[in-house]
């Protein structure tokens, strides 16, 4: 046990004689240990590379300043799976390798899921998987309240359908509106399906989409939770079986199949019709740079097993709720989940949150933007003065 | 072989308190002189990688006192502090005093009290804000029971704060309960009985005889929990986050959401709060050992 350990942070360390063929990797999914399907998976690509990977688990937020405290040492790993945000701001410290360098071909990814990797034209990563939002129905509630899901198509028909679930003495809508990146990830969805632009937070349409989140609040459609409520807890709240609509994502899919109810989706709403963009969520595979560059070759292989359409369809099976980001593992994907065709639809119309140019000024904006949903769903401001001040804090924050 | 005798027992010396001296200088001074550095350098993710962090002086020091949230989380801040500080000091006074007298179950209440202590902080934030619920907290449910409306607890820009103190003066309460009771124990018994005959009643008995002789007690526990409750992060930051807006934001949550709670993580300014927050509770220090000199000269 004591010998392993020791074993362990050597190998972490730089180039001793062990870690030659000691592969370290890193990634956001602590909830899968060493035991299941997706740590034999990454086991499987190290073998196949001729190395061992030593594969360890971080929370998502720990993950990125692990990985800057670790390039500051020059200790990092080999492999980072990373939150695609997280991108830009590693990329611009330059401790990662671009993946031209890696002479990895990214051409067949998918431009809106691969933009939020890309700096100054330069891929750093390539997305094993996307993920987005939807709106998940309680098909009962619905029936009762006799909402045809399908007639949802703009903000007022979704509006109509609350109210006259709230009529059968039902909850309307559940999501997040936490004051962290999940409630920007959330709110992002009304934000651009109203026409409005991150680079320009207190516009009419940004004021009209937080409007409508503050109008659910204040009529009763949506409950006061929200204002604290994770994506977690959304989803947890829909389980109940108390709440016609609630805007969660991909990762539910299982879930979903299992609860009590029957339960459909729908994509999210524009304003005036049509579908709103959607944030795409999901992990790039990243290479940091190593003193040691011979370690590139098999990196490179552990890279390529992960994203030949075949690795990414594996991926997507494992975890159930990737969507592949490349038409040719789409394709493939759908062939095994024919059901999941409305999210291949929706990953393909989502859009980076560090896309249109954002980059590393995206965190600083989001912080901005939910601070402005909190203020506003709590009664602290209006929707327009919580905005103003928001943009007049993204300007500064980002110079 | 003088000499030996002269200079032998001084490398002793040292030699004992290098350990300490190397402890202390590794996990004391050198956090200390990181944490200012940080504090005078401008530190973005890049870099922090590279470690050519330019050095602007004190301008961190001037963003963090001409931002915005600067006055609302000193004023949280105070009003935290004090607040916590001062219900749990009276609330576990006068719960010492009143488990002073032995009575049956007396030692298993007062064990009960303490089990705020026992409680991981995860587990009893967490409870807390489950409990302050808006839609289904069984607070909430129990003030509907009596007809009250709905209380926004966390998420409503009057109340956060308020929540947040209630639970921080809770988990408070047995470590000013356990120190102010040890002090009760030392102030003798024959005491209380010479006031009684004497026609003391309670009041004047608490007024004139525990209160003065647990003086030395009272501060020291002030102090601790002054210095303790100025840095709390873990109670708010589980139940508010600081929110909704900065309505629960204190110096030590802003320093903490500035180095980890976004995805670009502004170290230097981090460090300015946390540089002033020490600040802070080194003057209370000083204070301390002035009140303790005067009571040493007296």
């Known amino acids: 046990m004591c010998a392993a350990a020791i074993a362990g942070c050597t190998s972490s360390g730089q180039g001793t004689s062990e870690a030659d063929d000691a592969y370290t990797w890193w990634d956001p999914y602590p909830q899968h240990d060493d035991s299941s399907d997706w740590a034999r998976r990454v086991a499987a690509c190290g073998e196949e590379a001729g190395v061992t990977i030593e594969r360890t688990a971080f929370d998502t937020t720990a993950l990125t300043n692990q990985a800057l405290l670790a390039a500051q040492e020059g200790t990092a790993p080999d492999v980072i799976l990373l939150d695609n945000p997280a991108v830009s701001t590693l990329a611009d410290t330059g401790m990662l390798t671009t993946m031209e360098e890696f002479g990895l071909d990214t051409s067949e990814i998918d431009d809106n899921l691969l933009a939020a990797g890309v700096v100054d034209g330069q891929a750093y990563g390539v997305p094993i998987g996307a993920n987005t939002l939807a709106l998940y129905y309680n098909e009962e509630i619905l029936d009762e309240a006799g909402v045809d899901p399908d007639s949802v198509t703009d903000w007022a028909s979704l509006t109509d359908a609350l109210e006259r679930v709230a009529e059968t003495g039902h909850q309307g809508i559940t999501f997040a509106g936490i004051g ?189 933007l939910w601070s402005a949903v909190q203020n506003t769903l709590s009664g602290a401001m209006d929707a327009e003065e919580a905005l103003d001040r928001a943009q007049a804090e993204a300007e500064s924050a980002t110079g | 072989m003088r000499r030996r005798t002269a200079s032998g027992p001084r490398w002793t010396a ?126 909430n449910s129990v003030l509907g029971a009596f007809g009250a409306g709905q209380v926004n607890w966390l998420t409503s820009p009057e109340t956060a704060l308020t929540s947040v103190i209630i639970a921080n003066i809770w988990l408070g309460i047995p470590f000013n309960l356990v120190i102010l009771y040890s002090g009760l124990q030392n102030i003798p018994k024959d005491l209380y009985e010479a006031a009684e005959l004497d026609g003391a009643g309670p009041w004047q008995r608490f007024r004139h005889i525990t209160m003065p002789l647990l003086r030395p007690v009272s501060v020291i526990t002030l102090l601790l929990g002054l210095v303790y409750t100025l840095k709390v992060v873990d109670v708010i930051w589980i139940m508010t986050l600081g929110g909704p807006g900065n309505t629960s934001t204190t110096l030590a949550i802003w320093s903490y959401r500035r180095a980890f709670g976004t995805g670009q993580p502004d170290f230097s300014q981090a460090a300015a709060v946390g540089n002033l927050l020490i600040l802070m509770a080194l003057v209370f220090g000083f204070v301390h050992l002035y009140l303790r000199r005067r009571e040493e000269w007296s």
């Open chain 1, 180 to 368: 962290t990146e999940e409630g920007s990830f959330q709110f992002l969805p009304w934000f651009w399906g109203a026409g409005a632009d991150l680079g320009d937070l207190d516009s009419p349409e940004a004021v009209e989409a937080l409007e409508l989140w503050k109008g659910w609040l204040d009529a009763g459609y949506a409950p006061n939770s929200v204002i604290t409520n994770s994506q977690n807890t959304v989803w947890e709240q829909f389980l109940t079986g108390g709440f016609a609509f609630a805007e969660n994502g991909t990762w539910q899919v299982n879930s979903a199949a299992e609860a009590d109810f029957p339960v459909g989706v729908i994509p999210l709403p524009g304003r005036d019709g049509g579908v709103a963009p959607t944030p795409t969520g999901g992990e790039f595979i990243v290479a940091p740079v190593q003193a040691d560059d011979t370690r590139y070759e098999a990196t490179t292989r552990i890279v390529e097993c992960m994203t030949t359409p075949e690795g990414l369809v594996e991926t997507a099976t494992t975890f159930a709720y990737y969507v592949p980001p490349t038409t040719a593992g789409q394709e493939a994907f759908l062939a095994e989940n024919e059901d999941l065709q409305p999210w291949v639809e929706a990953v393909r119309n989502a859009k980076g949150r560090t896309s249109d140019g954002l980059g590393t000024d995206y965190p600083l904006i989001s912080e901005a």
């Open chain 2, 14 to 139: 040292f030699a004992f308190i290098a350990p300490l001296a190397a402890y202390l200088v590794l996990f004391y001074a050198y956090p200390l002189y990181r944490n200012i550095d940080l504090s005078l350098h401008d530190y973005t993710p890049r870099a922090f990688v590279q470690g050519d962090a330019a050095f602007v002086g004190t301008a961190n020091f001037a963003d963090v006192l001409s931002s915005d949230a600067f006055g609302t989380a000193l004023w949280n801040t105070a009003v935290f502090t004090l607040v916590s500080i001062a219900a749990q000091y009276a609330i576990g006074l006068a719960l010492a005093v009143f488990f002073r007298d032995n009575f049956p179950l007396s030692p298993l209440l007062r064990a009960m009290f303490l089990v705020p202590w026992l409680l991981p902080m995860i587990v009893s934030a967490s409870t807390w804000s489950w409990m302050l619920n808006s839609d289904n907290g069984i607070v």
